[in-house]
């Protein structure tokens, strides 16, 4: 893109009414990248992180006089950091690296010149103490938002990477790494980070959508559960591991893209909420049918069906009473969550115990395992009422 047409995406048509204050905030975008990124442009992913906090783009006939948002096209931003700046009227975005200006919120009434100026200033990568950004606030991502991500469970500074062909490979990992939650399981934590980012990347670049995965993962989810029930545990457990995996990827995918959706959101929370308590009772099943039964199947059943559900209610009671997830209280909390009784902690226990042809001793871990859960929840709660009593909880990331 030329500077004319650059300069001409900044302009506004003429001076902003006093009638303009209370307009929408539109944006108009600098200059793009020359790599793509996730297989699109740096501007379109832009354009869906700006229509996520319910920014439009201005077109060159709109008219002038609302607040205005300038961001250059050729940086990679944190969707909470542009939610931020639609906020932040007044405010001039910083890269850390160097404070250099990159995004400008300018408010209602700036006038047409004024807006270019800052233009042209943010594309030759002019200092804050630049005469064009006289007025503004200038604040870097770490300054603007939260290291506490509430969402996503985890520490961490919004991101505001430049990309070239030099940085991809390093700013799609960061992005990547942003859109992990911090607080899991330590399969999703630890063995699945490497190959999910390649598989994303490439669903990415063959234009493969989140819930497509999704709807991959719960054929896999039904087909464990038949293998499982008739005793044939090696398909079941290959199925069953695949399924993990493309959760994993389903939701980074969706993330990364800023192409998650509600009905893409609850679809997959559904099936991750609803199908592991079933796989167990289709194992205990699949023990019995082997000949290979647990020595009270039918207690069995109950506690690990039982203190699934329990665990889960637990931790909306916890959510209800102290505002924040139980595993995100105290590092320890933390810690327990990668090793808690959830599918995949469970599917580790049952795994080792096919190679040595035990499928029984497996889920008798599994239930063990589960029921100790429960009571370790229970224990936290109860810690968490008396720890009240001396003021409101606040989770140690939040620290």
């Known amino acids: 893109m030329g500077e004319n047409q650059r300069h001409a995406d900044a302009t506004i048509a003429a001076e902003a009414p006093a009638a303009n204050a209370g307009a929408p905030v539109t944006a108009r975008l600098l200059g793009e990248a020359s790599t793509p990124i996730w297989s699109m442009s740096s501007s379109e992913l832009l354009r869906r992180a700006l ?33 931020q700046m639609a906020k932040a009227t007044g405010t001039l ?4 690296e ?46 603007m938002v939260g290291a506490y991500d509430k969402a996503l469970r985890k520490r961490g500074a919004p991101y505001l990477l430049e990309l070239t062909p030099e940085s991809r490979r390093a700013v799609e ?22 190959p999910a980012f ?18 991959l993962s719960l ?7 038949y293998w499982f029930w008739q005793g044939n545990f090696w398909p079941g457990l290959a199925a069953a591991w695949v399924m993990t995996f493309l959760d994993t990827v389903d939701g980074k995918l969706a ?26 009772l289709a194992w205990i099943a699949g023990c019995t049918a082997i000949g290979m039964p647990l020595p009270d199947p039918w207690l069995a059943g109950v ?19 102290f505002g924040m997830h139980i595993h995100v209280w105290r590092r320890f909390d933390s810690f327990f969550r990668l090793i808690i009784a959830r599918r995949n902690p469970n599917l580790l226990l049952l795994t080792p115990a096919m190679l040595i042809g035990r499928p029984d001793l497996g889920m008798m871990a599994v239930v063990i395992w589960t029921a100790l859960g429960c009571v370790e929840q229970l224990v936290v709660t109860v810690q968490a009422m008396l720890a009240r009593r001396r003021g409101p909880l606040r989770s140690w990331l939040d620290a």
């Open 303 to 321: 506690i690990v069906f039982g203190g699934y559900v329990l665990q889960r209610v637990q931790e909306g009671i916890f959510i209800r009473a």
């Open 98 to 143: 160097d404070r250099r200006p990159v995004a400008a919120h300018l408010p209602a009434g700036t006038g047409a010149a004024r807006a270019e100026a800052v233009a042209r200033a943010l594309l030759a990568g002019a200092p804050a103490r630049d005469p064009a950004f006289d007025g503004l606030s200038a604040a870097a991502p770490g300054e």
């Open 51 to 83: 229509s996520r906090a319910g920014v439009a783009e201005a077109g060159p006939q709109d008219p002038a006089g609302g607040p205005l948002l300038l961001m250059r096209a050729d940086h990679v931003y944190d969707a909470s950091l542009v939610a």
């Open 219 to 225: 054929i896999l989810v039904f087909a464990a559960l």
């Open 255 to 280: 993330r990364v893209t800023l192409t998650s959706t509600k009905f893409g959101n609850l679809f997959d929370h559904l099936i991750d909420l609803i199908h592991p308590p079933f796989w167990w």
């Open 93 to 96: 975005l910083l890269r850390p």
């Open 198 to 215: 390649h598989v994303v990347r490439a669903c990415a670049a063959l234009g493969i959508t989140p819930n497509q995965v999704t709807a």
């Open 173 to 194: 990992w960061r992005m990547f790494g942003g859109a992990y939650k911090g607080v899991t399981d330590l399969v999703t934590k630890y063995a699945w980070p490497h």
